[in-house]
């Protein structure tokens, strides 16, 4: 059984900052590519930046020089450090884990950036 835990969303004004986490527990491996996922009402869910287990990073063309993602892998956590944010940049956040055929999602925290 593996749970992901997500904390530090809220509301902000555009061009401000939040920092996402994302805590693991049960048994997830340094093997797992951990990542945070978005979805606003009425689209489809989509990547935001995601972190292998060496470190590489993936990010999504809309936040690339605006979002950090970094892991602890000893601490199994993830987190997400939001800059210069936008209204359009509204969603859900959820934190996922994958490696091979398993793959784990965090519930969810609404992050909302309006004035």
């Known amino acids: 059984q593996v749970q992901l835990v997500e904390s530090g969303g809220g509301v902000v004004q555009p061009g401000g900052s939040l920092r996402l986490s994302c805590a693991a527990f049960?048994?997830?491996?340094?093997?797992?590519?951990m990542g945070w996922y978005r979805q606003a009402p009425g689209k489809q869910r989509e990547l935001v930046a995601d972190i292998s287990s060496g470190g590489g990073t993936n990010y999504a063309d809309s936040v690339k020089g605006r979002f950090t993602i970094s892991r602890d892998s000893a601490k199994n956590t993830v987190s997400l450090q939001m800059n210069s944010l936008e209204p359009e940049d509204t969603s859900v956040y959820y934190c996922?884990?994958?490696?091979?055929?398993?793959?784990?999602w965090g519930q969810g925290t609404q992050v909302t950036v309006a004035s």
């Open positions: 049960g048994y997830i491996t340094s093997n797992y590519v």
């Open positions: 996922k884990a994958h490696w091979s055929r398993s793959a784990y």
